[in-house]
């Protein structure tokens, strides 16, 4: 027997999960589980006070929810509370990441829209903010049972008519995405608060620094003000702020060391504008320390008595089906290196006793890229233990030094990085020369062009891959687009269209469908993103599911895992062994990690 369990919890302005993680919701002193509808597929119905419903009722059911990441931590904070007692289900799965497998967005609403052409209102839901179940009239109160009914059957619905296409592995990679939030990782409380007192006063100095802005409500990153004080300086401002800008570089070197000018008389004189620069670089940081500060505030809320700090994510998030961050904290994106003297991997830290293993996938995208194309020379090389990108230089570029690449000649080491990885997706000459130089690559634009004309003449099964999926998108318009990949599961192009040239579809983006622009490299790179997230899944299965080691994060291609301090290099070797073990679906790829032993979580 399947059962559908939806709750109904008090919420207000301030206190609802718009502005709160789960966690903290379900942990507030105002949380108020007042209403639960429980739906099974033999029809029987319940839809009232939680407390009154008989849980051991359906102990041997298969629980279901629409959103279960919210539901079953409700539940389990009832029963840590004494609110009622009931029983801890086998299986309990989530018909809104169901939903996500099949393409269409998460919310209950907009997939029963997009599955069935139902509108389900939300009006009435809307209503109970900042009110009291208990205190509604009789005609309100019926109101919100039948709209909590409904939506139970509607998910249930889905579950019937869908979970059959939803593998055993995606399900439990769905209840482990769950189980990694609840568990949490553990945080380094103190070092965590010394991080929030220099931000905040990385912040107040900034602000000390920009003159029109005396308090965070003056706007102190305005660009237009920031444009009126550099003429009030009698200099232009640059015309882009970015970080990356190099004409914005330019202009901050020139203010810096003076620039030599003409004056109307004909004296050359020097100018420059030290003050606006100092402007522009507390600008900076005011938004840096600001973006840190939310962060690290947002891991001090999350801190659970145990020194763990709960965290949420979206299994399948991401179009191509990579996790993606959520509830105000997005682990995915955590900054790589230390940032204006902050290094927040590194607040991540292994308790007393324990020690973390991390381990990503080695160069898993080029891998992938091969595999597909059955490229026997470069996958040749890559099992002989080269790394994908001297294979290329191997393969393509008449390297034959039996030395490694990366001592004899690291800047044709970069060289095919860069090409491996860019030209590999369709970009072209001047997109190619910026990504170069940004590597530390001097490239000119006929070498640019140069370059990109070499690797497509001989990468034949590249350009055959390119063309194969254009052309078959194409030839999907005005329907959808259905790419199978070696797993069995499928990305999903809804609502192609190709016209005059432009190549679009709808994708599930942000919980919601996007009409997105595409080419042959833009739907190769999702091929392979695709592809390359459902093998280190099968990784991070081998990991947990089989050899029962708690992945407490995954981050794109990269696990970390907690484990005894007196069985570290024991499980370090395991771990190693998983993520470099091919998913059954493509036993020839050559994967390949190595695992390391950290007290900090780094990369």
Not at 21 to 36: E, G, Q
Not at 194 to 214: C, K, M, N, S, Y
Request: glycine letters at 6%.
């Amino acid at each position: 027997m399947v059962v559908c369990i939806d709750f109904e919890t008090y919420f207000a302005t301030g206190y609802s999960l718009r502005v709160m993680d789960k966690w903290n919701y379900v942990h507030d002193k105002r949380f108020d589980p007042y209403l639960v509808s429980v739906v099974s597929e033999g029809g029987q119905e319940f839809c009232g006070d939680p407390r009154e419903f008989d849980w051991y009722s359906i102990k041997n059911a298969i629980w279901i929810s629409h959103n279960k990441g919210f539901d079953k931590l409700v539940y389990l904070r009832s029963l840590e509370l004494g609110l009622w007692s009931g029983p801890i289900p086998a299986e309990w799965h989530c018909t809104a990441d169901l939903a996500t497998f099949m393409g269409v967005p998460r919310a209950l609403a907009k997939a029963v829209r997009f599955l069935y052409a139902k509108e389900l209102s939300k009006d009435v839901r809307g209503y109970m903010n900042n009110r009291d179940f208990r205190e509604l009239s009789d005609q309100r109160r019926e109101a919100l049972i039948e709209y909590c009914l409904e939506d139970s059957r509607w998910a249930l619905r889905i579950w019937k008519d869908y979970s059959a296409h939803w593998p055993p592995l995606e399900r439990w990679i769905s209840d482990h995405t769950w189980i990694m939030g609840i568990r949490g990782v553990p945080v380094n409380k103190d070092a965590v608060e010394g991080g929030i007192r220099v931000l905040r006063d990385q912040v107040f100095q900034a602000l000390r620094t920009i003159p029109w802005a005396e308090t965070e409500d003056d706007k102190p990153l305005s660009t237009a003000r920031f444009a009126m004080y550099c003429r009030s300086q009698g200099v232009e401002p640059p015309s882009s702020q970015a970080m990356d800008s190099v004409e914005c570089d330019r202009w901050m070197k020139a203010g810096r060391d003076g620039v030599i000018m003409v004056s109307s008389d004909g004296t050359s004189i020097v100018r420059s504008w030290p003050q606006c620069v100092d402007v522009l670089e507390a600008m900076r940081t005011y938004r840096r320390s600001n973006m840190l500060l939310t962060k690290l505030e947002a891991m001090r809320e999350r801190m659970k008595e145990d020194g763990f700090m709960a965290y949420s994510q979206k299994y399948g998030g991401a179009h191509t089906f990579r996790d993606s961050g959520d509830g105000g904290l997005n682990m995915q994106n955590l900054p790589r290196a230390e940032l204006l003297g902050i290094n927040m991997r590194g607040y991540i830290e292994a308790p007393p006793g324990k020690k973390f293993i991390s381990s990503d996938l080695s160069q898993i995208e080029p891998r992938i890229l091969r595999w597909l194309i059955k490229d026997q020379v470069m996958l040749g090389y890559m099992r002989q233990g080269y790394d994908p990108y001297e294979a290329f230089a191997r393969a393509t570029l008449g390297y034959t030094d039996p030395r490694p690449l990366k001592e004899v000649d690291p800047k044709l080491r970069a060289l095919c990085k860069i090409m491996d990885l860019a030209l590999g997706y369709g970009v072209g000459p001047d997109q190619f020369r910026v990504q170069a130089n940004r590597e530390g690559v001097d490239m000119s634009d006929t070498q640019a062009r140069f370059e990109v004309n070499r690797y497509r003449a001989t990468n034949v099964g590249v350009m055959r891959l390119w063309n194969k999926l254009e052309t078959e998108m194409k030839a999907s318009h005005n329907s959808f687009y259905e790419v199978r990949l070696p797993s069995g599961r499928s990305i999903h192009y809804w609502r192609v269209q190709h016209i005059n040239g432009d190549l679009k579809a709808q994708v599930t983006k942000y919980d919601n469908l996007q009409e997105t622009g595409f080419y042959k490299g833009k739907l190769t790179e999702n091929l392979v993103q695709a592809v390359a997230r459902d093998a280190f899944m099968y990784c991070v299965y081998l990991i947990e599911g089989v050899n029962g080691l708690p992945v407490l994060m995954r981050v794109h291609d990269e696990v970390l895992v907690l484990t005894d301090e007196e069985n570290a290099e024991r499980d370090r070797q395991i771990v190693e062994r998983c993520m470099s073990t091919p998913p059954p679906w493509a036993p020839d790829l050559p994967i390949q990690a190595e695992a390391r032993i950290v007290d900090h979580y780094t990369k």
